[in-house]
């Protein structure tokens, strides 16, 4: 079982504050990181894969950082706003040939009006 | 497009009770997984089906745990019998990739998951 972390576990965050956290993995056999963003009673959805070391991904205002030789990932959101409240969730996957995914505990957001 | 589809959406059930869970994967899909999400854990994989065949069942507990995928689409998940700790959130994920080579990161698509309580 590899140790997938993420912190902080739970963040309460204003309406229109940017935020942002951390996934750690190992650094060894990397082959990919995933998000996944998942709200309250609904399905996970995929939000961002990201296999190059350096590799960043924006998507409105959400955005992700990958730094493969140290093993991170930080997730950003600029302007966070109620809908933004979930748990999002990184999964690292160890290599190509298969797509075992191995996910962090996950950091819940809650945006307060 | 359909989502993954399972059911039901909620179980509670007394322990050494059965119990099964359904899952209906993205049409086309070659790869179905079961995940178990433990409260205050990420989600762990259970199972993995490629078609019909299984990929990986490593972290299944065999003992009271089985999982069928026939036809190659619809998937039920099983524990027989129950135990306190089997409670949880149950996901199924499907992926579209039959074959895997260099440079496949092939999104999993959730279910929005079987939540099981055990008593």
């Known amino acids: 079982i590899l140790n997938v972390e993420q912190s902080p576990q739970s963040l309460h965050v204003q309406e229109g504050d940017s935020t942002n956290f951390t996934c750690s993995f190992p650094s060894s056999n990397f082959y990919a990181l995933h998000w996944y963003r998942w709200e309250t009673a609904k399905s996970p959805e995929a939000l961002f894969v990201m296999t190059l070391n350096g590799d960043e991904k924006k998507e409105g205002r959400i955005s992700a950082t990958l730094n493969t030789k140290e093993g991170y990932s930080y997730l950003y959101i600029k302007g966070s706003q109620p809908e933004d409240s979930a748990t999002y969730l990184c999964a690292f996957q160890q290599r190509a040939g298969a797509n075992n995914l191995f996910f962090g505990t996950g950091t819940r957001l809650t945006v307060i009006p | 497009e359909a989502g993954v589809a399972q059911s039901p959406r909620y179980k509670i059930i007394e322990k050494r009770q059965s119990v099964a869970f359904w899952c209906n994967p993205i049409s086309g899909h070659a790869t179905l997984y079961w995940y178990q999400q433990i409260l205050g854990q990420g989600p762990k994989l259970l199972i993995q089906f490629q078609n019909n065949g299984v990929v990986d069942d490593s972290q299944l507990p065999k003992d009271r745990f089985s999982a069928e995928r026939l036809k190659g689409v619809d998937s039920t998940l099983k524990i027989q019998p129950a135990k306190l700790e089997d409670s949880a959130v149950y996901l199924c994920?499907?992926?579209?990739?039959?074959?895997w080579g260099l440079g496949t990161t092939d999104t999993q698509y959730f279910g929005p998951g079987t939540r099981l309580t055990v008593l």
């Open positions: 994920a499907s992926s579209l990739v039959a074959t």
